[in-house]
């Protein structure tokens, strides 16, 4: 199995950009999957989480409101909308996956939830 996360780039601030998150080999529909972000000598980062059917969806206190994630279960795809990008938003983009369903919101913040990580896509934002 492998993430492969896509759709970084280099923008101004205030514009926007959808990242894709694409899953190959033997998915067979991950339950849980995650957006986290890295920024150079900062800790690991939530940003969203979403599960298997769409209808729950979790975001980090810092882009609620500016991110979208949304997943094509077809596709095995999923991808995070983000609008009026800033330029604490600048970092390495990684997405995750589980095969486990979680009950508590906690269990889609952290990172020991998901077993498979993808290579980030580097965001850079410039003021």
């Known amino acids: 199995v492998q993430l492969q996360a896509s759709g970084g780039g280099l923008l101004q601030a205030g514009g926007s950009l959808r990242l894709s998150c694409a899953a190959s080999g033997r998915t067979n529909g991950f339950r849980t999957v995650a957006w986290f972000r ?5 800790d690991r980062e939530f ?3 979403i599960n298997f059917s769409a209808e729950r969806t979790f975001y980090g206190d810092s882009v609620r409101g500016r ?9 095995n795809a999923v991808y995070l909308q983000m609008n ?10 990684s997405c995750a996956a589980s095969w486990q369903t979680y009950a508590s919101a906690r269990a889609h913040y952290t990172a020991r939830s998901y077993h498979y990580w993808g290579q980030g ?7």
Do not use: C, H, M
């Open 84 to 93: 009026n990008l800033q330029p604490e938003d600048t970092a390495a983009y």
């Open 67 to 75: 991110f979208t994630i949304s997943r094509d279960n077809e596709k």
């Open 121 to 127: 896509t580097l965001v850079t934002v410039s003021s």
């Open 47 to 49: 940003v969203a989480a």
């Open 38 to 42: 890295q920024a150079p000598g900062k």
